[in-house]
């Protein structure tokens, strides 16, 4: 590997517009680039946009303009009335939900195995062996057999984290991943991302879990009114925030009053 | 007048009621597959891309929905040969009317089985990037056919008290004979009673086992 490769951005997100009819504007211009070995936490108010960023860089929505890049590939972009997606390099990320969005009919082993199986035509074997292991490390593996509506909210999403790590995405998206959790199944969930962290996974996520977010980030986004209000290291945006609005919002989400 | 009840006279009839239970049970099961067969098509096609199938098959729902099937049966046997010019037996008829009536209706249980299986499924599929055809046939359809099971199984039910009906053209199912010998005996008191319930005891477990395997089906596709 040459030198500059490394430097280079692993996304490249440029000048995003997206709204729901006339009135309602999401995303208003945002930018963001992020490099290799990056966690970025994106936070801010509802409605600011936050979670449509994530869905419009796995390529669940349309935009009405800018692009969006992986690896320096743009595989979304708006042309016209059109958003083209490249469905082969928007393969190379992953993504989990809020409300975990399991297979219900479906083991939680055959949750796995079906991407590898579909998409890059693995064996059963060779994907269920790979399975076997991600289970196991995630200290699911008695639960292979089991099927979704049988599993803790903090097991399901440990399975869905599991389930995007099979295809080896080369970005993980988190959209509120805790939010829909009983208090006490959050703690499970954030060590398996943590483990994830740890092992240099690229990650983008969205969480009100400010505790969490300066355990987990390397990198803080402020999102208001569509557009990156603050960017900085985790001290800087949750502890020493430079802009106004990201200050207000601080104060707020940790209930500081004196 | 007082009335005096026998029902002493019913085992006489044992036989011929029975019989007439086969051929409503078997007219059933053949509608059923057939109706289940056509229900699935035209639920899908309620959802095409193209206007103009969905048009055509929304009208052949509505139309059949909002009819008696009795008018619906009539017409086949009476009408429909006027105008093939060819003479339907019955059976044919009785057919053709209630896979049609089980096919509007079970075609409904399908179309919202499908939207109930949701948006955020299509997400997960998008987001893992399962091909179109694994999105349709791994991950949609047996979420919907397995949703759909319970309603499916109460329109069996129903198909089966309506087909009592086709006893109207003539066809040898348990009411008409049931009413053949009610009329026979004059002792229709006891003779349409005894095949209320002979209907009862074998739509009562169904309608039971229909709401056991609703509760299981709604908990385990709850996740």
Redesign the interface.
Known sequence: MTAPIASAPLLCIRDLHKSYGEHIKVLQGLNIEMKPGERVVVIGPSGGGKSTLLRVVMGLEQIQAGSVSLGGKPYIDARGRKTVIDTELRRKIGMVFQHYTLFPHLSIMENLVLAPRKVNAESRASATERGRKILDRFGLAAKADAYPSQLSGGQKQRVAIARALMLDPQLMLFDEVTSALDPELVAEVEAVILQLAEQGMPMMMVTHDMWFARNVASRVIFCAGGVVVEDGPPEQVLGHPREERTREFINRVFHIKT | MTMTLDFAILPRFADALALGLWTTLKLTALCIILGVGLGFLIGLARSSRSALIRAIAGTFVEFFRGTPVLIQLFWIFFCLPLILGVELSNFVSATIALTLYMGAISSETFRSSLKAVGA??M??C??????RR?QIL??IL??AV?RAIPTLLSNCISLFKESALVSAVGMADLMFIGQNISNNTARPVEVLTAVALIYFTIAFPLTRAVTLIEKRML?????
């Open positions: 955020e499924q997400d997960a998008i987001a893992l990037g399962l091909p694994a791994n991950v047996p979420q397995l908990r385990k596709l709850a996740a």
